[in-house]
């Protein structure tokens, strides 16, 4: 792999101002200071830094980022703002958002590069659990819990599949958390709508045995650790 092809990949920078390091002696191979950007390297073996910090071959690199209403999950959008658009232009090259949050919904929301495991975690057949916080309108019962566990109906050809309710605060505005295993459009909204109310908050908290990050403010994002990977079957 060219040397400047390989510091664009780790997110060092566009190609441009990889090149401008290179160039300016910034940039070290095996120890030696190198000024060929198209300087042919081994990424599994060669020892490559930048200003004395090595930089390490990542094959995949996974985000956690906690989404805001308002932006729209995909990688460009003609008329709104999108979740790519939160990530610094210099380490979003060739990420995108793994599955769908609505526009209006908060939360946990996994960006990266592995498309094999985005599509595995997409994946209807999977079964991974999703978690969702909720502000209902309208006072959730007890006798709502066995509804959701049994399935509902919201306009498709079958019921959806058992879903775990947890009621948190049972008032004129209801607090819930809910366990799906699906992804269908608007689930959750159209899942209450099915026993007559109306979800007016919504945030996921967790996808399987990830967590979204409660130290993340709105709008922010972090590498996922090694044993955060590891939850999500991905591969570095």
Do not use: W
Request: glycine content about 8%; overall charge positive.
């Amino acid at each position: 792999m060219r040397l400047d092809k390989y510091l664009c990949d780790m997110n060092i920078g566009s190609r441009s101002q990889v090149k401008q390091y290179i160039r300016k002696g910034c940039v070290d191979v095996n120890g030696d200071i190198i000024k060929k950007p198209e300087l042919h390297i081994d990424e599994t073996k060669d020892i490559i830094s930048v200003n004395g910090k090595t930089i390490a071959y990542k094959k995949n690199i996974y985000y956690m980022l906690n989404k805001p209403a308002g932006v729209v999950t995909a990688v460009k959008d003609s008329r709104d703002r999108t979740v790519m658009d939160l990530f610094d232009a210099s380490i979003s090259k060739g990420l995108f958002p793994v599955g769908r949050l609505d526009k209006d919904t908060e939360g946990l929301l996994l960006v990266m590069n592995d498309g094999e495991l985005a599509h595995i975690l997409t994946s209807p057949t999977k079964h991974i659990d999703k978690t969702y916080y909720a502000k209902i309108n309208g006072r959730v019962k007890n006798e709502h819990i066995e509804l959701f566990k049994e399935g509902l109906d919201i306009g498709e050809k079958k019921l959806t599949k058992p879903a775990v309710l947890n009621i948190l605060k049972s008032d004129d505005i209801s607090e819930i958390e809910l366990t799906i295993t699906e992804g269908k459009f608007h689930q959750v909204k159209r899942m209450f709508k099915a026993i007559g109310m109306e979800v007016i908050y919504l945030k996921r908290i967790s996808m399987g045995k990830l967590k979204l990050d409660d130290t993340l403010m709105l709008g922010d994002y972090r590498e996922l650790t090694a044993q955060e990977i590891a939850q999500i079957g991905g591969n570095v």
